[in-house]
Nanobody, 120 residues
């Protein structure tokens, strides 16, 4: 089992910034970590993910150029720097770890979620 602990959500005005962090209780030889967003009545949607070791990043089109995901391997932590926030960025942000190894079943873990509200 893996525990994902999130921090950094809150209320911010449009145009402002927030930084989300997610720390995993352990990491694996092959995994991705990242953030998904959910609003009432919708499915979780990918915001940004990064491969273990920080080699590759993927962003949703809506956040490209505004959000930056980075990894701190020494601390098993992923950060999401969110700049130029818009009201439509509002939602519950969930940290995710996806583990895929050829010799073991896929594992997928979620954090408890942190609320981000962008409003004036």
């Amino acid at each position: 089992q893996v525990q994902l602990v999130e921090s950094g959500g809150g209320l911010v005005q449009p145009g402002g910034s927030l930084r989300l962090s997610c720390t995993a209780s352990r990491i694996f030889s092959s995994y991705t970590m990242g953030w998904y967003r959910q609003t009432p009545g919708t499915q979780r949607e990918l915001v940004a993910v990064i491969t273990g070791g920080g080699g590759t990043t993927t962003y949703a089109d809506a956040v490209k150029g505004r959000f930056t995901i980075s990894g701190d391997n020494a601390k098993n932590t992923v950060h999401l720097q969110m700049n130029s926030l818009k009201p439509e960025d509002t939602g519950v942000y969930y940290c995710n770890m996806d583990v895929r190894r050829s010799w073991a079943p896929r594992e997928n873990y979620w954090g408890q979620g942190t609320q981000v509200t962008v409003s004036s």
